[in-house]
């Protein structure tokens, strides 16, 4: 089945320093991966949409200059959390979409990775 | 207004029994999917079924059933034979419109339900 690594699991940081997640599909390509955040017992909430060779786009609400999104590749999408402050300490979950003819399912179910806990000192 | 309600903040159950977990949602949309997702302590989100819109019949997968009344709006997930294993928070969500583009693919997700399996 689709397989979505992410890394790290968890990282703690000082204020003031970036942090970068990785957000990989293994053994599909995804034009398309997106990025929640999730804080504790509470919904995720999607932060963006992350498209192979474009910009992201951004959800209402969330910084672009605060949370960098590059996806270069077809496996591959990275989150930066600049200039980390305790505020940003969060649960950040990566998802991904087959591309067409990949996915095993014809509701594109999107396949999460298991999350990147994130602790700002 | 909420797009996915999911009334129960925490549901027991009894191990080997069923148990019902409620999700009603809110479009204007005619094609949408509903899907469940399960989240264990570990964080990680594993879908677990899906039901189209148009989809005539309820969904299932293995233990797991969709109870989808649409006139009420309402994808209950129904868990058979619950196993300690079943423990964790449940989301349900929506994905409204269906474009073939990925960009235009977003889930919105209700608050969660957590269910405790009991020996």
């Known amino acids: 089945g689709a397989v979505v690594s992410q890394h790290p699991s968890w990282v703690i940081c000082k204020s003031g320093t970036s942090v970068k997640i990785e957000c990989r599909s293994l053994?599909?390509?995804?034009?398309?991966m997106f990025w929640y955040r999730q804080f504790p017992k509470q919904s995720l909430m999607l932060m963006a949409t992350?498209?192979?060779?474009?910009?992201?786009?951004?959800e209402q609400g969330v910084e672009k200059d605060k949370f960098l999104i590059n996806h270069a590749s077809l496996t591959l999408s990275t989150l930066t959390v600049t200039s980390a402050h305790p505020e940003d300490s969060s649960f950040y979950i990566c998802?991904?979409?087959?591309?067409?003819?990949?996915?095993?399912?014809?509701?594109?179910?999107?396949?999460f990775g298991a999350g990147s806990r994130l602790t700002v000192l | 207004a909420q797009k996915i309600t999911q009334t129960q903040p925490g549901m027991f159950v009894q191990e080997k029994e069923a148990v019902t977990l409620d999700c009603t949602y809110d479009t204007s949309d005619q094609s949408y999917g509903l899907f469940w997702y399960k989240q264990p302590s570990s964080g990680e989100m594993i879908f677990l079924i899906y039901?189209?819109?148009?989809?005539?019949q309820n969904a299932t997968e293995g233990r797991y059933s969709l109870n989808f009344q649409k006139a009420r709006k309402s994808a209950n997930l129904v868990i058979s034979a619950s196993q300690l294993g079943d423990s964790a928070m449940y989301f349900c969500a929506m994905r409204e419109g269906w474009s073939s583009g990925g960009s235009n693919y977003k889930l919105t997700f209700g608050k969660g339900t957590l269910l405790t399996v009991n020996p």
């Open positions: 053994d599909f390509q995804a034009t398309t």
């Open positions: 998802s991904a979409l087959p591309r067409r003819g990949q996915g095993s399912s014809g509701a594109n179910v999107l396949t």
């Open positions: 992350s498209n192979e060779g474009s910009k992201a786009t951004y």
């Open positions: 039901q189209g819109s148009y989809d005539e």
